[in-house]
Nanobody, 115 residues
Framework: QVQLVESGGGLVQPGGSLRLSCAAS????????MAWYRQAPGKEREWVGSITRSGTTSYEASVQGRFALSRDNAKNTVFLQMNSVKAEDTAVYYCRAYGGVADYWGQGTQVTVSS
């Protein structure tokens, strides 16, 4: 069993930066692939990016070059660095841990991009 807790959300101005964290507890963090998703008001949840157990990253096209995922296995934490944010990045951001039959989600953290 894995518990995921996101943090770091808040209000940020367009063009600014924010770093989200997702802390995992309860199991062997390094064995899981990790991902971030987001859900904007009135829209379906969408994939933002992933980082594999070995550290390979991939991103959705609209965030490629602006967002960066990293993980610290010693601290059981995955990060989402958000740079050059836009109004359309406003959403609740969710962390996911998965691998094999395992699939765990956090409760989400709100990110609002507004001047």
């Amino acid at each position: 069993q894995v518990q995921l807790v996101e943090s770091g959300g808040g209000l940020v101005q367009p063009g600014g930066s924010l770093r989200l964290s997702c802390a995992a507890s309860g199991s062997i963090f390094s064995t899981y692939h990790m991902a971030w998703y987001r859900q904007a008001p009135g829209k379906e949840r969408e994939w933002v990016g992933s980082i594999t157990r070995s550290g390979t990253t991939s991103y959705e096209a609209s965030v490629q070059g602006r967002f960066a995922l990293s993980r610290d296995n010693a601290k059981n934490t995955v990060f989402l660095q958000m740079n050059s944010v836009k109004a359309e990045d406003t959403a609740v951001y969710y962390c996911r841990a998965y691998g094999g039959v395992a699939d765990y989600w956090g409760q989400g953290t709100q990110v609002t991009v507004s001047s």
